[in-house]
């Protein structure tokens, strides 16, 4: 909801924003381990290869390099 009202500097040029995945933990230290995880290279590869659907790879990979979209 931030993220899509703009309110987020990092991540408002990239709006508006569609929830393609959501996952539940059973604690904030699993959550953040897991979010800082998919921000590195592995992470990045295991979230479209796992976590997305092609759909939604097609649409957003003229975003990045390779064929890859930003996060």
């Known amino acids: 909801m931030e993220h899509n009202k703009g309110l987020v500097?990092?991540?408002s040029p990239y709006r508006p924003w569609n929830l393609v995945f959501y996952s539940a933990f059973e604690?904030?230290?699993l959550a953040k381990d897991f979010e800082?995880?998919?921000k590195t290279g592995s992470g990045k590869a295991f979230a479209y290869k796992?976590?997305?659907n092609s759909?939604?790879?097609k649409k957003d990979?003229?975003?990045g390099?390779?064929?890859i979209p930003k996060l």
């Open 50 to 52: 796992r976590l997305l």
């Open 55 to 57: 759909e939604v790879l």
């Open 9 to 11: 500097k990092s991540t």
């Open 36 to 38: 800082r995880y998919l």
């Open 61 to 63: 990979s003229s975003r």
């Open 65 to 67: 390099e390779n064929g």
């Open 27 to 29: 604690n904030q230290k």
